[in-house]
């Protein structure tokens, strides 16, 4: 327990769990085109289940995790800063915490939608559904974009030679899943 006790333990469980959803998304994309959980298997029942499990523990160690390491940056910049030299970082670093807030708002929408069907509504039918959709699909590859080349960054894994193509790969990455997924929004209404 004293790993994540620390800044540097809770960072990289935020980013393991981070890139397990992301490996989730990835073939969670292919899934919506080709549905092949739509075909039975005696086994696949109780895998859905551990997989679901799984994704729901990562899911709320991240977002706790994220949160929590977000409020104490806050607190330990409380004040202005004496000099502010302005480092370079992109627009995706720097909303991490509200594409997060956001990805978490559409990924429970999108549980209550698809997966229990308690909201009735479909982005097939209704023109509001499909646009919360496309912002929703937006906040998670904007998260995305950024995480999955932070993850590289915090397992060490990252140098200044590295950077440049680590973060296209981190950019190219969520803009296929998103180009991928917001396909899924545009060909299924009508």
Known sequence: MGFIKNTVGRKVVIAVTGQLMVVFIIFHLPGNYF?????TFPAIGSFIW?????????????????IQSELENHKARSGPYAVTKSLSTTFAAKTMIWSGILSGVFIIFHLL????????ESF?????VAIGYAIGLSAVCLHLYHGIASFFQT????????????TSIGKGMALLLFGGFICIVILNRG
Do not use: C
């Not at 549905?35 to 075909?39: C, H, I, Q, V």
């Not at 097939?124 to 509001?128: E, L, T, V």
């Not at 397992?155 to 680590?166: F, I, Q, T």
């Open 50 to 66: 551990i997989v679901r499990l799984a994704l729901l523990l990562s899911f709320v160690l991240h977002a706790f995790f994220g």
């Open 113 to 120: 939608n698809i997966t229990v069907s308690v909201i009735d």
């Open 35 to 39: 549905n092949p959980w739509a075909m």
């Open 124 to 128: 097939q039918d209704n023109y509001a």
């Open 155 to 166: 397992m060490g894994w990252n140098s200044e030679k590295s950077l440049p193509a680590v």
